[in-house]
Structures are given as structure tokens and as C-alpha cells.
């Protein structure tokens, strides 16, 4: 990633999916958001249809 800017990485873990703050990556003041909501973690499950947003990028999750 570029300096300073949010990173993350959805990794899978057995049958969940979960969204994960990289080290070293953007702002603490500023984690990735889920639904509206800061990150407060360092994972959090994710569901289908659940928005997440990085770096000014909104995406959707789902499940294929």
C-alpha cells in the first residue's frame, strides 16, 4: 500500500470471513470501517452484505 493510506486483508478462517487491520498501515485514527462502525478489533467477522470501507472505497461483501 501506499504510505499512510488504510490497509486491510479479509482472510477466511475455517467457514468465516473476517476483515483484519495490516500493521503499519494508515492512521489508527482512522481504522477500516464496517456497517458505519470503526473497526474496534483486530478482526472482525464478516457477514454477507456487510459494507466495509477502506481508504475512501466502499465494498459490499458476499459470500459466492
Do not use: W
Not at 21 to 32: I, K
Not at 36 to 50: A, T
Amino acid at each position: 500500500g501506499t504510505p499512510g493510506s488504510q490497509m486491510a486483508v479479509i482472510a477466511r478462517r475455517g467457514q468465516n470471513y473476517f476483515l483484519m487491520r495490516m500493521s503499519g498501515g494508515g492512521s489508527a485514527n482512522q481504522p477500516p470501517v464496517i456497517n458505519g462502525q470503526p473497526l474496534k478489533s483486530e478482526s472482525q467477522q464478516l457477514k454477507p452484505g456487510d459494507v466495509i470501507e477502506v481508504s475512501n472505497t466502499q465494498m459490499r461483501f458476499e459470500e459466492a
